[in-house]
Nanobody
Framework: QVQLVESGGGVVQAGGSLRVSCAAS????????LAWFRQAPGKEREFVSA????????YYADSVKGRFTISRDNAENMVYLQMSSLKPEDTAIYYC???????????????????WGQGTQVTVSA
């Protein structure tokens, strides 16, 4: 079982940067793939980025590629999402999620992730 707690959300102007963090706790956290999803009001939850247990493999949604960077610190059981060149359409609740063994076939599927945090709000003003 893995517990996830996000932090670092806030309000930022368009074009600005923000880093959200996720603290993971539980057994063998380092073998879990960790991901970020987001959900805007009235929309479905969507994949943003994922990182393998070792940190050697990362995935990004096309909408954030080149602007967001995912990283993890297995010594501290943390995963981060550095967001730059933020746009108003990035406004959403950002959720951290964990899956045992990240797979290339379905890393972007909400249903693959069994463990979720409570989310942190990111608001980008125009």
């Amino acid at each position: 079982q893995v517990q996830l707690v996000e932090s670092g959300g806030g309000v930022v102007q368009a074009g600005g940067s923000l880093r959200v963090s996720c603290a993971a706790s539980g057994r063998d956290v380092s073998i879990y793939g960790l991901a970020w999803f987001r959900q805007a009001p009235g929309k479905e939850r969507e994949f943003v980025s994922a990182i393998s247990g070792s940190g050697g493999t990362t995935y990004y949604a096309d909408s954030v590629k080149g602007r967001f960077t995912i990283s993890r610190d297995n010594a501290e059981n943390m995963v981060y999402l550095q967001m730059s060149s933020l746009k108003p359409e990035d406004t959403a609740i950002y959720y951290c999620a964990a899956v045992l063994f990240l797979r290339s076939a379905d890393y972007c599927s909400v249903s693959e992730y069994r463990h979720w945090g409570q989310g942190t709000q990111v608001t980008v003003s125009a």
